[in-house]
């Protein structure tokens, strides 16, 4: 993934931001730091359902409707900020 944002000073853009992250290796990264129990899911998600990240890589970038996630038992976070879904639950 790479994603970038404009760097503004008094009101101009003078620059740009930008970052580039294997997806796969940070949900990797993530689901070995919360030390989920076996059968326990993460994701993160767009505000358009995409996956973004998952402790199954398999399913970056799947739609969220496509991922088996049951949102009655999952829990769910959306941040204010970026709008992104943040969920963990019962993997199926």
Partial sequence: MVTAVPVTSDGEIVGALGVSLF?????????E?????????????????????????????ADVSEAGIVAEDTATLVSP???????VGPAD
């Fill in 33 to 61: 730091d919360l030390a989920l129990p076996d059968g326990v899911l993460f994701y993160a998600a767009t505000p358009y359902g995409q996956i973004a990240l998952h402790s199954d890589p398999d399913l970056l970038q």
């Fill in 81 to 87: 900020l970026l709008g992104w879904t943040f969920g």
């Fill in 23 to 31: 997806l796969d290796s940070f949900s990797q990264v993530i689901a």
